[in-house]
């Protein structure tokens, strides 16, 4: 989100980076995000000024024995890519995996904020998550995220969901975009891509 988007941290107020912390209710969230590696955000009902178009985050590497992900943040800004580096910490098998902890490694200090991950779609790998605790966003705060490779998609059961948890829309990231095709895909998307005609030449 944010993972933004994702160890429990329930008696924690503070720690280092800004955080937060997705709580599910059982494997399948422990699985929306690591086997989906490329995430665009379709709506939020906070408004987030800075980052207001093509948000988007990708997992970067995953460190299968301490069970943590490096992923990258980020948005579309005047044309080119802004991003920050995120640590995801994914929850011990002890709670099922449905806890994951995201914090900038930018940032000096930041709040926890805490989600519950209130929707999957299983055939799109859209997910909704809904904010529980009272640090900003908030309770009730909705983040709907989708994988790059669905984002086109028209994702109706998600939009539906969405509405069915009484989730306002505050900011669309992704159809904020008014370049033809919509939110070109992140540089670091392409990786190590030998074939150049398959890069964007502002990638390059």
Not at 76 to 100: H, M, P, T
Not at 159 to 179: D, G, I, L, V
């Amino acid at each position: 989100f944010s993972y933004d988007v994702f160890a429990a941290l329930s008696s924690c107020s503070k720690l280092r980076g800004a955080a937060l912390l997705w709580k599910g209710t059982g494997p399948g969230c422990l699985d929306s995000f690591p086997e989906r590696r490329r995430f665009f955000l379709l709506k939020r009902s906070h408004p987030d000024r800075n980052r207001t178009t093509c948000t988007y985050m990708i997992r970067r590497n995953l460190r299968e024995t301490s069970r943590k992900i490096e992923a990258s943040y980020g948005h579309l800004d005047g044309g080119r890519y802004a991003e920050e580096a995120y640590v995801i910490q994914v929850g011990r098998k002890g709670n099922d995996g449905s806890i994951f902890n995201a914090s900038s490694v930018s940032t000096t200090f930041g709040t926890v904020f805490t989600f519950q991950l209130a929707y999957v779609d299983s055939s799109t790998g859209c997910l909704i998550v809904v904010g529980i605790n009272g640090s900003s966003p908030g309770v009730g705060a909705c983040m709907m995220w989708t994988p790059v490779k669905t984002a086109k998609q028209s994702l109706t059961p998600c939009h539906n969901k969405y509405r069915e948890f009484n989730c306002e829309t505050a900011q669309e990231p992704y159809s904020a975009c008014q370049a033809p095709g919509g939110c070109p895909l992140p540089c670091q998307y392409y990786g190590d891509e030998p074939d150049l005609t398959k890069i964007p030449s502002h990638c390059i």
